[in-house]
């Protein structure tokens, strides 16, 4: 069954390292996303990527990066420049009006 | 970035009751969504309207696109307690980039 497959479900992380959180999608969509959820909010957009080698900042992007080398993977890392990385995130994939959510990854800092 | 009011924020409601809630936006929207999120989970698509006015059914569920195309709605019949979650309304004006509601969080007392 074609879906969005994000790994790992539970991150740890120490203070000052980068992580690398994975997403992958076979579902043939062009646009890929990653969002940041805090506890009892809403969807905050970190980035976004309509085609291949190419990708835009969305409202939070500050100490994180993305890459979009396959169509079918949009990998967010976690740098040590993001202050407060503790949160859940969400990685989504769209092709025309069809937009399909990942299964979150929670990342904690400890 | 920009955020759709939603509300309520959050419903306590008794099982067997209806529920409604609403998405109101600054903007003009072109497709509207409707999600289900439960803890610790991704977001699932509920509900996706495309037509200004158009009305649509998913068991239980009802959503309806508004007619000034800058709101819209749902309504959850006779809930049950696994309707416990919270439910976000995400707008498109037609770019790649969808705009997300607060999340309203549905909590129904057996």
């Known amino acids: 069954d074609g879906g969005i497959t994000q790994s790992p479900k539970y991150l740890f992380r120490k203070e000052g390292q980068n992580v690398t959180l994975s997403c992958e999608q076979n579902?043939?969509?062009?646009?890929m996303y990653w969002y940041r959820q805090d506890p009892g909010q809403g969807l905050r957009l970190i980035y976004y990527?309509?085609?291949?080698?190419?990708?835009q900042k969305g409202d939070i992007a500050e100490g994180y990066s993305v890459s979009r080398e396959k169509k079918e993977s949009f990998p967010l890392t976690v740098t040590s420049a993001q202050k407060n990385p503790t949160a859940f995130y969400l990685c989504?994939?769209?092709?025309?009006?069809?937009?399909?959510f990942g299964s979150g990854t929670r990342l904690t800092v400890v | 970035g920009q955020q759709l009011n939603q509300s309520p924020q959050s419903m306590f409601i008794q099982e067997g009751e209806d529920v409604s809630m609403n998405c109101t936006s600054s903007?003009?929207?072109?497709?509207w969504l409707w999600y289900k999120q439960e803890p610790g989970e991704g977001p699932v698509l509920l509900i996706a309207?495309?037509?200004?006015?158009e009305l649509t059914s998913n068991g239980r569920l009802t959503a309806q696109f508004g007619i000034t195309r800058k709101d819209s709605f749902l309504n959850i019949s006779a809930s049950i307690p696994s309707d416990v979650g919270i439910y976000f309304c995400?707008?498109?004006?037609?770019?790649?980039?969808?705009?997300f509601g607060t999340g309203t969080r549905l909590k129904v007392l057996a």
């Open positions: 989504a994939s769209s092709m025309g009006r069809s937009y399909t």
């Open positions: 903007s003009i929207f072109n497709t």
């Open positions: 309207l495309y037509k200004a006015g």
């Open positions: 995400a707008g498109s004006s037609g770019t790649y980039k969808y705009i």
């Open positions: 990527s309509q085609i291949v080698n190419d990708f």
């Open positions: 579902l043939n969509h062009d646009a």
